[in-house]
């Protein structure tokens, strides 16, 4: 009877999760738009890991738990440099040269990248057609929400292959640190998934520091000219998109396969279209609607194979 509890309580746990990752991190599209109105990029990076990850590690060591074990401290460092500093300077960096509609398509080839680099599971997912039919039209359902954008909007600079090649980077840099994070853990991997997201996400603010010294994003930002609802943006991005969400997302890469958690990549644009829409004005066109439900069908196709081993 007690296992039967355990088993329904990791259950709950994990859809509370995917709700995370799908939902709140796709809402957090619209609200780092919103921040940037009044921080600069890395500024923005530095403040929100930072207290993201001191509160996460406060509460951790409160909890009691082991938060300075050196190997823990190690394979944090490297997955937090990999996977969320990396990745996420790149798209800044990127949007000097493509437009937003594209950064969106490409960012959402993740999902494809991490099936492509998770060797362990090759057999696995390589041999079932649902599984590699949900990464394509998950891919063209996204590539829907933003074409006719794309058709339309120009990018800001030049050289727009840079801007695609540095996404590319960007892309695959993520699926590294997905991947490690889920293979590479210590032998404490649930226990301490908490910790560890602490400790990644304060590696990566070091490097936000250390890029918005360089960039002189510290000297030349007046705090006192940054409006509210820039502040109001960056408690929600600390609080629901880091402590919460990016929390939910290292531990579900413990508990659930890489491939089907990198579905969120699919589902955050659905989410944010939505937002945009309900929170920015914005029209969405019967194209896009459709491009929603091929997405929603696809992480259907995905998540189906494990279905029966959900607990």
């Excluded at 995917?18 to 796709?26: E, H, P, R, S, T």
């Excluded at 921080?39 to 406060?58: K, N, Q, S, V, W």
């Amino acid at each position: 009877m007690e296992q039967y509890a355990g088993m329904e309580v990791r259950k709950i746990n994990i859809i509370i999760a995917y709700f995370l990752i799908y939902v709140v991190w796709g809402s957090t599209y619209y609200f780092i738009g919103v921040a940037l109105k009044g921080l600069p990029p890395f500024l923005l990076g530095a403040f929100r890991f930072t207290a993201a990850g001191l509160i996460l590690l406060a509460w951790c060591k409160y909890r009691g738990e082991p938060i300075f074990k050196k190997r823990l401290i190690k394979k944090s460092a490297i997955s937090g440099i990999v996977l969320l500093f990396i990745d996420m300077a790149v798209v800044m960096l990127a949007q000097k040269y493509v437009s937003s509609s594209l950064v969106a398509i490409i960012a959402s080839s993740t999902a494809i990248w991490i099936m492509a680099l998770d060797v362990p599971m090759w057999k696995r997912n390589f041999r079932n057609p649902a599984v590699i039919i949900g990464i394509i039209i998950g891919f063209l359902g996204v590539m829907m929400l933003y074409i006719e954008q794309f058709n339309y909007d120009n990018a800001p600079g030049e050289h727009r292959e840079y801007g695609v090649l540095l996404l590319l980077i960007g892309c695959i840099s993520w699926a590294l640190g997905t991947l490690y994070a889920k293979y590479r853990s210590s032998g404490e991997e649930e226990v301490n998934a908490f910790a560890g997201s602490a400790w990644q996400m304060l590696f990566a603010s070091a490097a936000f520091w250390i890029c918005a010294m360089i960039n002189g994003d510290v000297t030349n930002t007046d705090l006192n000219a940054v409006p509210v609802t820039s502040w109001l943006s960056l408690a929600y991005l600390i609080t629901f998109g880091s402590l919460m969400a990016y929390s939910a997302y290292v531990w579900l890469l413990k508990v659930r396969p890489a491939t089907e958690v990198a579905t969120h990549a699919y589902v955050n644009p659905f989410v944010a279209v939505f937002l945009g829409m309900f929170l920015g004005n914005e029209e969405v066109t019967w194209i896009q609607i459709v491009g929603l439900i091929v997405i929603l069908l696809s992480v259907m196709l995905i998540n189906k194979r494990d279905k029966k081993k959900c607990v």
